[in-house]
């Protein structure tokens, strides 16, 4: 084999090495604008089109002003009840990514800005291509066994795996039947502790107090995922 031959395989096996890497590596999304109480960008004029493949990075939303505050928010609800995706609100000349699209599959999703959900319309369009990043979860653990415990310090909660910044929870609420006995509340963004304590209210320690033994539901509702359960007996 010739040198000139032996450098052609080379720059050949090259080139196939960085091409599977840059068909793995996720895409940007179609960004999307506003102004002048009108989505930019896309195609299709007034209530633009916007495309993406399934995986790719949120597209960014970027207030081009001049005065209005605007924002993206899905018409459909996703698994957590909440808008199947949705942006920051931005005052003019903010950037914010388009959260939850990162989770979509192929179709065709209408959204608006609930500021001006009239003039202000448009629609993602997730392409076949890539494939949807897994939706966030965690699973429950109960830690407290005891309602003596529960009653003097709540009950304590271990999320698992450790949740990281890309899952948010937005409660956790402890009920006896159908009764809420307690709730606690984060803020909207991660990273959470992976352990957890669910206050009971004067309401819910009368409801626990007097018992022998008592079996608790325990939820936490995830942002863009599907709720978590779990059930324990504490004695």
């Not at 090495?17 to 896309?42: C, E, H, K, M, R």
């Not at 599959?105 to 997730?126: D, R």
């Not at 653990?141 to 795996?161: D, M, Q």
């Not at 936490?220 to 599907?226: K, N, V």
Request: proline content about 8%; charged content about 15%; overall charge positive.
């Amino acid at each position: 084999m010739t040198a000139r031959i032996r450098l052609s395989v080379c720059a050949g096996m090259v080139a196939l090495v960085l091409g599977a890497i840059a068909n793995t590596a996720w895409a940007v999304a179609q960004p999307i604008g506003a102004s002048d109480n009108v989505f930019t960008g896309g195609s299709g004029g007034s209530q633009p089109t916007y495309t993406m493949d399934q995986g790719d990075n949120p597209p960014s939303l970027t207030n081009n002003g001049p005065a209005n505050q605007h924002n993206v928010t899905a018409r459909q609800n996703g698994p957590d009840n909440g808008p199947l995706f949705f942006s920051a609100t931005l005052n003019p000349g903010g950037q914010a990514p388009v959260q939850g699209t990162q989770y979509l599959s192929a179709g065709t999703y209408q959204f608006f800005c609930t500021i001006h959900p009239t003039e202000m319309q448009g629609t993602l369009v997730v392409t076949s291509n890539g494939t949807p990043q897994a939706r966030p979860s965690v699973a429950l653990e109960v830690r407290t066994k005891k309602i003596s415990k529960a009653l003097k310090k709540g009950i304590v909660v271990a999320l698992n795996p450790s949740p990281t910044p890309a899952v948010s929870l937005s409660s956790l609420v402890a009920k006896l039947g159908k009764t809420t006995i307690g709730r606690a509340k984060f803020p909207s963004t991660g990273p959470h502790s992976p352990t957890n304590v669910i206050r009971l209210s004067k309401a819910g320690k009368r409801k626990l107090s007097g018992k022998s033994k008592a079996t608790v539901k325990v939820t936490a509702d995830i942002l863009f995922g599907s709720p978590a359960t779990t059930k324990a007996k504490l004695r």
